[in-house]
Nanobody
């Protein structure tokens, strides 16, 4: 069984920063991609940032230059450093991982709330 445990969400004022963490545990031997998605109220889930083996990080246009994704392979952990937060960043943020070997399988975290006040 694979578990993704997210932490780091909360309430912050506009212009502030938060750092999300997602630790992956369980029967997962090799991870290809690790990423963060979010779902704002009344909107569809969208990709925020993703990083894959052998590839550079990808960011949504709305967060590029403000958010930084990083991963610690030894700890099976992915981070999302969020700076200069805006009210429109308010959402539930979900961690996602994709296994390396085919058939690739994706796992999701339970989500962590990020609220940015104006």
């Amino acid at each position: 069984q694979v578990q993704l445990v997210e932490s780091g969400g909360g309430l912050v004022q506009a212009g502030g920063s938060l750092r999300l963490s997602c630790e992956v545990s369980g029967s997962i031997f090799s991870i290809n991609a690790m990423g963060w998605y979010r779902r704002a109220p009344g909107k569809q889930r969208e990709l925020v940032a993703r990083i894959s083996i052998g590839d550079g990080p990808n960011y949504a246009d709305s967060v590029r230059g403000r958010f930084t994704i990083s991963r610690d392979n030894a700890k099976n952990t992915v981070y999302l450093q969020m700076n200069n937060l805006k009210p429109e960043d308010t959402a539930v943020y979900y961690c996602n991982v994709q296994t390396l070997w085919y058939p690739r399988v994706e796992y999701w975290g339970q989500g962590t709330q990020v609220t940015v006040s104006s």
